[in-house]
């Protein structure tokens, strides 16, 4: 089985469209599957797409140390298994959990564009 980094991101405009919550169904639904020692979930930055809020980030967790200065915390990396959805309400959350955190199989119809223009 796949392990996961799991990110919400967490500027301004996202919480005000319900990151907080989207967050909460993560941790919620991790430990509802058993699922939360094969992911971590953590509050990720400002991705620079607020108008699409809120955002979720998932990356396969390939044992690489997080490294602070890298970015990753506010951008895409176009890394392989790199997954970003956007516009997430805590009921889409739970199901990207269940299906592609549970089952390794992401949920390709709430993908995020991130060309799309506000
Ligand atoms: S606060 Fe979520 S992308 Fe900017």
């Known amino acids: 089985m796949k392990r996961y980094r799991l990110s919400v991101c967490k500027g301004m405009d996202c919480k005000g469209n319900?990151?907080?919550?989207?967050?909460?169904a993560a941790k919620e639904e991790l430990a509802r599957h058993g699922a939360a020692p094969r992911c971590e979930a953590y509050r990720g930055g400002c991705y620079g797409f607020c108008h699409m809020g809120p955002n979720v980030v998932i990356r396969e967790d390939?044992?690489?140390?997080?490294?602070?200065?890298?970015?990753?915390?506010?951008?895409?990396?176009?890394?392989?298994?790199?997954v970003y959805?956007?516009?997430?309400?805590?009921?889409?959350m739970r199901r990207?959990?269940?299906?592609?955190?549970?089952?390794?199989?992401?949920?390709?119809?709430?993908?995020?564009d991130p060309d799309e223009q506000e």
Do not use: C, N
Not at 66 to 74: A, C, H, I, N
Not at 85 to 92: A, D, I, Q
């Open 62 to 82: 390939t044992g690489r140390k997080r490294d602070p200065l890298s970015g990753e915390d506010y951008q895409l990396m176009g890394w392989p298994g790199e």
């Open 85 to 92: 959805y956007s516009r997430m309400t805590p009921e889409k």
């Open 18 to 24: 319900g990151s907080d919550a989207v967050f909460a």
């Open 96 to 112: 990207v959990v269940a299906e592609h955190i549970a089952q390794d199989q992401p949920v390709r119809e709430f993908f995020g």
